[in-house]
Nanobody, 120 residues
């Protein structure tokens, strides 16, 4: 069974920083793109940042220059360094991985989500 487990969320003041981690575990042949999404109350889930297996990155305009996505392929882990946090960054953050496993084949998998709250 494949699992994505996130950590690192919490409460921080505006202007502060947090680092999210997401580790994929289980029998995995390969992982293509990995990414972070977020969903605020009453809003749709949106892409925050993504990274390919080769290291190419993509960011939402709202987080460019403040957030940095990275990954450790040897550990099947993706990170999101969040700096200069704003109250509007408050949301549940979800990890996503497009991976190939013997049980599920090729497809997207989601973590359970981690709450990030930024106080003003």
């Amino acid at each position: 069974q494949v699992q994505l487990v996130e950590s690192g969320g919490g409460l921080v003041q505006a202007g502060g920083s947090l680092r999210l981690s997401c580790a994929a575990s289980g029998i995995i042949f390969s992982i293509n793109a990995m990414g972070w999404y977020r969903q605020a109350p009453g809003k749709q889930r949106e892409l925050v940042a993504s990274i390919t297996s080769g290291g190419s990155t993509n960011y939402a305009d709202s987080v460019k220059g403040r957030f940095t996505i990275s990954r450790d392929n040897a550990k099947n882990t993706v990170y999101l360094q969040m700096n200069s946090l704003k109250p509007e960054d408050t949301a549940v953050y979800y990890c996503n991985a497009d991976l190939l496993s013997p049980h599920y084949g090729l497809g997207p998998h989601w973590g359970q989500g981690t709450q990030v709250t930024v106080s003003s």
